[in-house]
């Protein structure tokens, strides 16, 4: 095992939006219990290896397992240092968290979506502030989190479009939510520019305003901040630019993301001038079912996936390894036996 240089931490934001709930935006919306439970078992995966409180791993119908499992192989390779923040969940955990205050995200059709945004971004700004780490690594689990991204990159005036954990990408019901929530805060698309929280107070989710605190309280104290993830990152990074910070901000993604031809996020990067990462694990080497499913086009980042894969990259861990270390936590959790006895769940939906 490679242990992680102290100077670098890795933080998880789990959360929920009740967007998610919304008719074909996200897996989720099948299966309403994935709203609340998906988000504390990831961070129980993350953290443990296993559910704790929770009694299910989250998996697709057709197999696709949630991107927890693979940045937990990560972590046994490469023994990274772990926070799990409380941004807005809906059920308990067996994690260990932090709180910022954040509560539960209502639905971005409404015209406060996010109430607890201002203080949710001022705590986890002054927690980001005081980590004693050089290097921070932030993450997200929130069913529903592509759309109210979309919505806050619609608020402040921005053209980037989200990806999806759906291999088909249903971005015109994204486009009609943020529609209607841009009209139910009685805003048009721009008008929030400059003005991040209300951007994330009226149009987003309370992940996005947790991350953007940790992210701008890290910058303050001259920590670099990697934004772990896809899409919805692009968010979080246009609320810090929004926010008058100019300087260096990196971006890690899978490359099952950046192969999305729906939301070209090579060119939102250079547009809001990411330092992009992009880490392809290899899945199409193998034929066993979890990683099918990616390569297929489920799922593709979340959890940190595509910052969990960059960490090992850099640490000189080979994907191959990766690889059968995802395969053996996939099996233990989700193995004949088990499989069994556990419905399949509706997977990462974001």
């Not at 705590?123 to 502030?129: E, F, I, K, S, T």
């Amino acid at each position: 095992m490679t242990r992680s240089p102290e100077a670098t931490r890795f933080v998880l934001v789990a959360g929920t939006t009740e967007t998610a709930r919304r008719e074909g935006v996200s897996a989720a919306g099948a299966d309403p219990e994935l709203l609340s439970t998906t988000p504390p078992a990831d961070a129980e995966l993350l953290t443990y290896g296993r559910p704790v409180r929770t009694d299910t791993v989250p998996v697709s119908p057709t197999g696709c397992p949630t991107p927890a499992l693979v940045t937990r192989a990560v972590r046994e390779l490469h023994e990274f240092d772990l926070a799990i923040v409380d941004g807005g969940l809906a059920e308990p955990t067996g994690a260990p968290t932090v709180s910022v205050g954040a509560g539960v995200g209502r639905d971005i059709g409404e015209q406060d979506p996010v109430p607890t945004a201002y203080g949710a971004f001022e705590a986890a700004r002054q927690y980001g502030r005081e980590l004693p780490t050089n290097e921070l690594w932030l993450a997200e689990t929130i069913p529903g989190g592509t759309t109210t991204a979309l919505g806050v990159l619609r608020a402040l005036g921005e053209d980037a479009m989200v990806s999806s954990s759906l291999a088909e990408n249903p971005i015109e019901k994204k486009e009609a939510a943020v529609t209607e929530g841009l009209a139910a805060s009685s805003l048009a698309a721009g008008d929030a520019a400059g003005e991040p929280k209300r951007a994330v107070r009226r149009m987003g989710d309370p992940v996005l305003a947790t991350l953007a605190g940790l992210a701008t309280g890290g910058v303050e104290s001259d920590t670099a901040v990697t934004l772990a993830g896809g899409t919805q990152q692009l968010a979080v990074a246009a609320l810090l630019r929004h926010g008058g910070y100019d300087g260096q901000l990196g971006l890690a993604t899978t490359s099952y993301v950046a192969a999305d031809t729906s939301a070209d996020i090579r060119a939102s990067a250079r547009e809001l001038n990411l330092d992009l990462t992009v880490t392809d694990p290899g899945f199409n080497a193998t034929d066993h079912v979890g990683m099918e499913r990616f390569v297929a086009g489920e799922a593709k980042e979340g959890v940190g996936m595509g910052g969990a894969l960059a960490l090992a990259d850099r640490a000189g861990i080979p994907m191959e390894d990766v690889r059968d270390r995802f395969v053996k936590v996939y099996d233990d959790l989700l193995g004949e036996d088990i499989a069994d006895s556990m419905a399949p769940r509706g997977g990462d939906a974001r």
